[in-house]
Structures are given as structure tokens and as C-alpha cells.
């Protein structure tokens, strides 16, 4: 049996082995098919973990349709390469995700495509972020998240890293409401290229806040094919290129 670690603590989840990935036994169907168990579970860091390090649950819940609930209660950093990177993608059974003492991101590709094509998630929490620092951090993070309603980055302040929210809301179709309301820097190459590109039920989006967007590429496509948005303000901006 393999061990997970978060961070430099030995962890050990629900079953855990690293060959078939992290987090989840597999098992037997009475058909004599093997994979997730067909039982609903939920996911939970021990209330020790604080940080996750580098390909820790890199892929460890893919497809998974019986995973209905994550509790990350504890984490304050995601300091690890790929640290998330597609952990949940495709859990058709999530509903919501939420990160509510998470404050750093600075991961390289630590969210990247951690919940694309999760059919039924509706609201993601990140209320607490302040600092997005990480490459690539939430690059297709909840593309075709397709009942995505709501997103909180209410306290985020700072995109410094290239491509940090490239994608992220890609194809959020049902997508209504995204806090960005206390975001002042946006100061890398292509940090918002295509964040809300095809999110067809936008209606408006501030960013009341945001005074310099200086990063090459940095909102390019950002609301491409938002065919109902009507509103876009930026009106403490003074720096852009």
C-alpha cells in the first residue's frame, strides 16, 4: 500500500493507494467489474493537514460519480506542484466545494482542472483567498462546470502569476454570480485569458477594485461568447497594457 502525503505529514485516507491513486480503494462489483465502490463517501483532510504539497491528490478522484462531499475545513496553503490538479474532474455527484480557511495559493497547476465537467456542482467557496501566486493555479479549474451558479473569491486581492485564472470558468453556462469585489492586481501574462469565456447567463461583472491589469494577454478572451452580458465595469483602473 502506498502513503499520501500532505505537505511533509504521512496521511492516511479512505483506503488510500498510490497506484490506482489517491484517496479511494477500488473494489469488486457483482458483475466481477473492478473500480470505485458504488456507495456514496465523502472526502475529508485529517484536521492536522494545512497544506497540500506537491502531487499529493494529483488525480485522485477522476469519474468518480459516488464521491458527493469534500471537507478541506483545515487548509490555509496549497504550496505543491499539482497539488489538486484534476482531483475531482468529472465527480458527477458534487454539489459543492468549499476551501474556507484557504488564504495562499502558490502552487504551480495546484487547481488546474481540479473540478472541470463536474455535471452537478453549483457553488464553489473560496471567501478566504487573498494571494493567487501559483502558475497555472486554477487553469480550467471549473470548466463545464455546467450548474455552476455561484463563485466567492470575495477576498482575493492578488493574480501574480501567468495564466493563474486562464479558463477557469470556461463554459460555466448556468454561472450568475462571481465575487471578485476585492481584487486590486491582475499583473501577469494572460492571468484572466479566457477566465469567463462562454459563461452565457453572465448578465454583468465588476471588479470594483482592480486598478492594474499590467500582465501581457492578461484579460484576453476573458468574455468571449458571454452572449448576456450586458454590464462590465472596471472603475478603479489605472494601469493596463
Given at each position: ?77 496549497v504550496s505543491g506542484l499539482q497539488a489538486l490538479y484534476g482531483a475531482f474532474s468529472a465527480c ?38 487573498t494571494t493567487v501566486s501559483g502558475s497555472q493555479a486554477f487553469y480550467n479549474a471549473f470548466r ?78 476573458a468574455f468571449e461568447n458571454c452572449s448576456s452580458l450586458t454590464s462590465l465595469s472596471f472603475p ?6
Amino acid at each position: 500500500m502506498g502513503k499520501l502525503y500532505i505537505g511533509t505529514q504521512e496521511v492516511t485516507p479512505f483506503f488510500y493507494d498510490k497506484e490506482e491513486s489517491a484517496g479511494i480503494t477500488r473494489e469488486v462489483d457483482a458483475n466481477g467489474k473492478y473500480g470505485y465502490p458504488a456507495q456514496n463517501f465523502s472526502f475529508s483532510l485529517p484536521s492536522s493537514a494545512t497544506d497540500i504539497g506537491s502531487f499529493a491528490l494529483d488525480a485522485s478522484f477522476p469519474n468518480c460519480t459516488s464521491l458527493t462531499s469534500i471537507d478541506f475545513s483545515s487548509l490555509t496553503t496549497v504550496s505543491g506542484l499539482q497539488a489538486l490538479y484534476g482531483a475531482f474532474s468529472a465527480c458527477h455527484a458534487l454539489t459543492s466545494a468549499s476551501f474556507p480557511s484557504l488564504t495562499v495559493v502558490s502552487g504551480d497547476t495546484a487547481f488546474s482542472v481540479a473540478f472541470s465537467s463536474c455535471a452537478s456542482l453549483a457553488s464553489v467557496d473560496f471567501s478566504a483567498l487573498t494571494t493567487v501566486s501559483g502558475s497555472q493555479a486554477f487553469y480550467n479549474a471549473f470548466r463545464n462546470c455546467h450548474s455552476l451558479t455561484s463563485a466567492d473569491f470575495s477576498s482575493l486581492t492578488t493574480l501574480s502569476s501567468s495564466n493563474a485564472l486562464s479558463g477557469a470558468f470556461q463554459g460555466c453556462t448556468s454561472l450568475t454570480s462571481i465575487d471578485f469585489s476585492s481584487l486590486t492586481t491582475a499583473s501577469a501574462q494572460s492571468v484572466l485569458n479566457g477566465a469567463f469565456q462562454g459563461c452565457t447567463s453572465l448578465t454583468s461583472m465588476s471588479f470594483p477594485a482592480l486598478a492594474d491589469v499590467s500582465g501581457k494577454y492578461a484579460l484576453s478572451r476573458a468574455f468571449e461568447n458571454c452572449s448576456s452580458l450586458t454590464s462590465l465595469s472596471f472603475p478603479a483602473l489605472t494601469t493596463s497594457s
